[in-house]
């Protein structure tokens, strides 16, 4: 029966022994970064961006005006329809903003 050899130590198995954490030690590891998401979140949470600014008030007169939906037969139609066309064209404006009729 042939001889096993045995296995030298490896530098990484060396290492390992210095650079294994106990297990009280993963547990204070946890728990500070715990910690430390918890105050980044309450700091978060607490403070404002911009102290004191509020939202722009938008009154109903600035505002466009509301344009007729597009007509049901519309949403479903196969060929096209000059009047469903027109009612889309409307409802894209309205939808980004644009009051003319040039692009």
Sequence with gaps: ???RRQRRASASAASAART???RT????LVAVL???VLTLAFVAAVSSSAPGASAPQISRADALPVVASVPSHCR????PDPDCTAAWEAKRRHFFGKQDESR
């Design 25 to 28: 030690a993963k547990i204070a």
């Design 20 to 22: 294994d954490l106990g």
């Design 1 to 3: 029966m042939p001889q």
């Design 34 to 36: 715990g910690a430390l």
């Design 76 to 79: 479903s139609a196969v060929e």
